[in-house]
T-cell receptor
C-alpha cells in the first residue's frame, strides 16, 4: 500500500531559528501534497496544498513567508518553519496523493516545540 | 464553506458495548467522505471512503454508512485496541485541488 514517510517525528528548536520537515512518498509518485497543523484535541487544519513543480497554494490566514513549502520532486515535499516562535509549536502532518480520485495517505506527523 | 461536525466529542465504552459515531456535513457537492483513525502522536490512518448516499463499507468491527447529510461509523463489540480518535473528512466536488475538510473527531476509549 501507499506509504508516506515524515521526518523528523519530534524536533525542539530555539525561538528565532528555522526548522525543516520532510515528507516523502516511498512507493508512489505524489502529484499533490498537503500540509496540516493540529493543535491538541483539535482537528487537522489545512495549511497549504502543493503540486510538484508549482508554487504552493496557502489557506487563508497562513503566512507563506513563514511556512515555506517546496515540492521539488514527485516524491518529496518540505515544510520550513522560519523564525519559529513558541506559538508555532504544534503537530504538523503531511499528506500525499498520486492523482485525482486516488486516496490520501498521511505521514506520521512531526511534533514541533519552540522554546 | 464546507462544514463537518462530529459527535460525540468523546465516548467511553466497555469492551463489547456497541455504539455509533456521527459525522454531519454541509457541502455543496460531495465527492467523497472519508473516515480515519488517529492514535495519539500519529498521523491519520485510512479506514473508509464513501461516495454516495446509501453506500456502506465494513472492516472487521467497523461499518461506515452514508446519507445525504451524515455518516455513521458503527463499532460492533469494540475491544480496547479500538481506542483512538476517529476523524471524518469531506472532499468537495469542485474543480479545485480537492482538499479535505476535517471534523474535530470523536475520542473513543474502550475499557475492559
Amino acid at each position: 500500500g501507499a506509504v508516506v514517510s515524515q521526518h523528523p517525528s519530534r524536533v525542539i528548536c530555539k525561538s528565532g531559528t528555522s526548522v525543516k520537515i520532510e515528507c516523502r512518498s516511498l512507493d508512489f509518485q505524489a502529484t499533490t501534497m498537503f500540509w496540516y497543523r493540529q493543535f491538541p484535541k483539535q482537528s487537522l487544519m489545512l495549511m497549504a496544498t502543493s503540486n510538484e513543480g508549482s508554487k504552493a497554494t496557502y489557506e487563508q490566514g497562513v503566512e507563506k513567508d513563514k511556512f515555506l513549502i517546496n515540492h521539488a520532486s514527485l516524491t518529496l515535499s518540505t515544510l520550513t518553519v522560519t523564525s519559529a516562535h513558541p506559538e508555532d509549536s504544534s503537530f504538523y502532518i503531511c499528506s500525499a496523493r498520486a492523482r485525482e480520485n486516488y486516496g490520501y495517505t498521511f505521514g506520521s506527523g512531526t511534533r514541533l516545540t519552540v522554546v | 464553506e464546507d462544514q463537518v461536525t462530529q459527535s460525540p466529542e468523546a465516548l467511553r465504552l466497555q469492551e463489547g458495548e456497541s455504539s455509533s459515531l456521527n459525522c454531519s456535513y454541509t457541502v455543496s457537492g460531495l465527492r467523497g467522505l472519508f473516515w480515519y483513525r488517529q492514535d495519539p502522536g500519529k498521523g491519520p490512518e485510512f479506514l473508509f471512503t464513501l461516495y454516495s448516499a446509501g453506500e456502506e463499507k465494513e472492516k472487521e468491527r467497523l461499518k461506515a454508512t452514508l446519507t445525504k447529510k451524515e455518516s455513521f461509523l458503527h463499532i460492533t463489540a469494540p475491544k480496547p485496541e479500538d481506542s483512538a480518535t476517529y476523524l471524518c473528512a469531506v472532499q468537495e466536488n469542485t474543480g479545485t485541488a480537492s482538499k479535505l475538510t476535517f471534523g474535530t473527531g470523536t475520542r473513543l476509549q474502550v475499557t475492559l
